[in-house]
């Protein structure tokens, strides 16, 4: 489990200094006009939890298609005045199999990082993909959403 652990960790950190994607991909263009284009697409639910003890729970769904390498949904978010400051929440491995799915990320902060309040969240859409050996990120989708954080 330690090695899975790296591995969001590495694809949540190269996710906060990696240019984003755009919110959604298309299919090709060489698709025929009766053929309903296929999507990737992340969202984020509006309202989010964080618990007395430091642990937030952010939702929302995700659509991506065929992938080559292991697919993730990745969370920052990021409250107050300070806006620079961007908490890593968990990280989801997603199915590519073109069906909108839910997704769940939780992670523990230390105490009074969050506050019940408004807030923000990037959620990604990501896959790693081996490159030479190493896994290098590719983005699929993004989305940027205010949220409310509820006491819970």
């Known amino acids: 489990m330690p090695v899975r652990s790296a591995v969001l960790a590495a694809a949540a950190g190269a996710a906060l200094f990696l240019p984003a994607a755009p919110a959604a991909t298309a299919a090709p263009t ?15 639910d509006r309202t989010g939890r964080v618990a007395a003890d430091g642990t937030v729970t952010l939702t929302g769904t995700y659509r991506c298609t065929a992938a080559d390498g292991a697919v993730f949904v990745s969370s920052v978010v990021r409250q107050g005045e300070d806006s620079s400051v961007r908490h890593g929440i968990g990280g989801t491995r997603a199915v590519c199999d073109g069906k909108e799915h839910r997704w769940t990320n939780t992670g523990t902060l230390s105490t009074g990082a969050l506050k019940p309040g408004a807030a923000n969240v990037e959620a990604t859409l990501m896959e790693l993909r081996i490159t030479s050996g190493l896994p290098l990120p590719s983005f699929h989708a993004r989305k940027d959403q205010d949220v409310k954080l509820v006491a819970g």
């Open 30 to 44: 060489d698709t025929p006009a009766d053929t309903p284009a296929v999507t990737e697409s992340v969202t984020v």
